[in-house]
């Protein structure tokens, strides 16, 4: 696609209840991130994948949080039984693989912004 | 690790001014690239300019310039003629020559508001 799409746009869900967000990245790009923004703050990095693997997970706030990738492409990031600080936006980023050119300039999406009641 | 700073959490000036936002980083590599991201309202993280490390001459991008000291571990962005459109959330950024696993390194952002 032209840019990074994201969906849902908005999500308000119920503490408890689990959520899946979706990143449609620029097509061609092998890298993807996730970042999340809580009120007020700057972006906080969640996860990193090359391709379909992502070599580090340890940015993901606790393990109720769970992403992938299938295909190389669109990425899911999954959070079960929601929790009130959950509530942020969530950003999705793509680019280019390290070592081409461009691979340094991240294209953000739109993001999620997501509500726990 | 690295780290971003952004000391300034709100700026205000009017329209027609120019405005100097600042920006200092820490890392112990060499070979890396800085930027400046915009997010408006609507949310989308707009790229405004960037600077590679081992650039000496500062990058300009219309009525955007960064003044780029690299000793100084300091990269603040000027706004000239500023304008209404201007009003949103700017966040300077980090990452080293090798991009990949670490992303961006964000700073707290500052809220810049251009008033008519």
């Known amino acids: 696609g032209a840019g990074v799409s994201q969906s849902?746009?908005?999500?308000?869900t119920e503490k408890g209840k689990d959520v899946e967000l979706?990143?449609?990245p620029i097509s061609g790009h092998t890298a993807l991130y996730w970042y999340r923004q809580s009120l007020g703050q700057g972006l906080e990095f969640l996860i990193y994948f090359q391709g379909n693997s992502a070599p580090d997970k340890s940015g993901l706030p606790s393990d109720r949080f769970s992403a992938e990738r299938t295909g190389g492409s669109v990425s899911t990031l999954t959070i079960q039984r929601t929790?009130?600080?959950d509530s942020a936006v969530y950003l999705c980023a793509s680019s280019h693989s390290p070592g081409f050119p461009g691979a340094n300039?991240?294209?953000?999406?739109a993001g999620s912004r997501l509500t726990v009641l | 690790a690295q780290t971003v700073t952004q000391s300034q959490p709100e700026m205000s000036v009017q329209e027609a001014e120019t405005v100097t936002l600042s920006c200092t980083y820490d890392t112990s590599e060499n070979n890396y690239y800085l930027f400046w991201y915009k997010q408006?309202?609507?949310r989308q993280m707009i790229l405004?300019?960037?600077q590679e490390a081992y650039k000496q001459q500062n990058a300009t991008e219309n009525r955007f310039s960064v003044n780029f000291q690299k000793a100084a571990k300091s990269f603040s962005l000027k706004i000239s003629d500023s304008q209404l459109g201007d009003t949103a959330m700017y966040f300077c950024a980090f990452i080293d020559?090798?991009?990949g696993a670490d992303?961006?390194?964000f700073g707290k952002g500052t809220h810049l508001i251009i008033q008519p």
């Open chain 1, 83 to 85: 929790q009130q600080e």
């Open chain 2, 40 to 42: 408006p309202p609507s």
């Open chain 2, 48 to 50: 405004v300019i960037r």
């Open chain 2, 97 to 99: 020559s090798g991009g």
């Open chain 1, 8 to 12: 849902p746009s908005n999500k308000v």
């Open chain 1, 22 to 24: 979706r990143c449609d």
């Open chain 2, 103 to 105: 992303g961006l390194t």
């Open chain 1, 105 to 109: 300039v991240l294209t953000f999406g």
